[in-house]
């Protein structure tokens, strides 16, 4: 079978066998932002050579902006919840394909509409496969992180913190982008300072301002903005989540994601005392197969 | 004399006559960040038909990306301090007219490299006139609020809040971008929503996806969307910054800068139970002439 995880800014396909493992990948930065009403063209492109005819796809590919807009399965739900929900489309351009949508998922929390999620529900999906029974908290950072916990198998909670993409607003536009050099390596001194500046009075609001007076004032290495900045937010993110996660004394968060990111987070954990397990952005791919297992597809 | 308020993103020029009263005004979009190096021709264009030899200049015009980068002056600092640090610049574009750049003003509070402002030290030294004596707090909302202490006519702490900057960012770029109205006008509802949201559990990188998850689930109108976010990002400054502000009980907030940002503050601390008084932008004229008085030029 073919698994396809589709977000907002990229495009990744792999290629399984029987067993579920990964025989062929391919990534591209065809994100559903991008593609606009060319989404069958661009999965053939990004399928090619590849006979299998059923394709499971999660992420924003299913939401409003997306190919078709997928319904939410509420919390708590588990792999059969998610297998349920698939629905089945086929498309006149990719013929002798049957495409399966991963509904996304929401969380009824009391709080205005709740939470939401599309494509982590996969992910959180792979990791309870992974981890088996008992309490898990992961932490899935990207544009959005998503903090899930999951009891039993099943999601139980969402969380969002919009932390990647303000990091990236502040980065690229406004008054700190042109303090902020092009591609500076991890800091790790420079986020540990933002990290504890974080839990300082006056909120985030306030803090990040200190990225523009410590420029004025040389008090901070142009290379080191970055990390600050990343540390300030993530501060704020870890901070404000990790009490209300329910994550069990003494157990570690898991973290999925690209490894750059997976760095920034872990260290924050660290420095709060958390351990941290890393998986790769591919137990879409795993979630997936389980997902089309469940439903009798793979 | 001329007095001249030169922001990042606008310039406002006075014609002041001998009592400090304006007598002419003119406003325009040419902010410090739009001109780049054509600040003598803006500004002979601004003050065309006035002969004024002085004109004193606040703003961040002074800063590093303006037309002369001045020093800060340290808090406390009062119009003494402030009008003893006026810079005399002679430019050969215009002939005849004595330049006089106002320094910004500096707040070592102690955390790396302190606070800054430009332009609002001008408002500042304005307010400490009209209020006399005692402890007073302004608080400048704009692209960056700035809280600013006064004590018996003379600045004594700053704080720097980038809200406004946030919310321009969040409305015009980025996921909730798309969701936004054009220019819907001010819905008191959805704002005190926003602003009741702001001391709910999770940190300010979780409340504002509620924008989003309410936007998907039609839980809050199109047109109170803006509102909602502008709620929740005052209610996290204001939260955040009024109980380190030093406001003493039962006085009020003096509040400066343009009506519909004044009125969206005045809410706000109207909902903590503060009271404010409104005072118009044109203070930094009033600022302006009473720190030409001082050095003795008006």
């Known amino acids: 079978m073919i698994a396809i995880d589709w977000g907002t800014t990229s495009l990744r396909c792999y290629r399984l066998d029987a067993a579920g493992d990964v025989i062929d990948w391919r990534r591209s930065g065809d994100g559903v932002l991008a593609v606009r009403d060319r989404h069958a063209a661009v999965l053939a492109d990004g399928i090619t050579g590849w006979d299998d005819a059923d394709i499971l796809l999660c992420g924003s590919v299913g939401g409003r902006a997306g190919w078709l807009e997928m319904p939410y399965v509420a919390c708590p739900a588990g792999i059969a919840e998610i297998a349920a929900g698939l629905h089945r489309h086929e498309a006149p351009e990719l013929p002798g394909r049957h495409l399966w949508f991963v509904p996304g998922a929401a969380h009824a929390n009391g709080h205005r509409a709740g ?5 982590e529900e996969t992910q959180a999906i792979a990791l309870a496969g992974i981890l088996g029974s008992g309490t898990h908290l992961a932490c899935l950072p990207g544009t959005h992180s998503k903090w899930v916990r999951i009891e039993d198998g099943r999601i139980v909670s969402i969380s969002t913190a919009m932390t990647g993409e ?45 990225v523009r007076t410590q420029a004025l004032f040389d008090a901070l290495p142009a290379e080191g903005r970055l990390s600050y900045l990343s540390g300030l937010l993530i501060g704020h993110e870890v901070r404000a989540l990790l009490p209300l996660s329910g994550l069990p004394r003494g157990a570690p968060v898991h973290l999925a994601g ?21 998986h790769s952005e591919r137990i879409s791919a795993a979630g997936l197969h389980a997902i089309a297992r469940q439903r009798g597809i793979a």
């Open 115 to 119: 939470e939401v999620m599309r494509g």
């Open 258 to 278: 690209n490894p750059a990111l997976l760095e920034a987070y872990a260290q924050a954990f660290s420095l709060l005392d958390v351990d941290t397990r890393h």
């Open 166 to 210: 303000l990091f990236e607003l502040l980065r690229r536009h406004g008054s700190l982008a042109s303090l902020m050099p092009d591609d500076p390596a991890h800091d790790a001194d420079a986020f540990a300072r933002g990290f504890a500046d974080s839990q300082t009075h006056g909120g985030l609001l306030h803090h990040i301002f200190a």
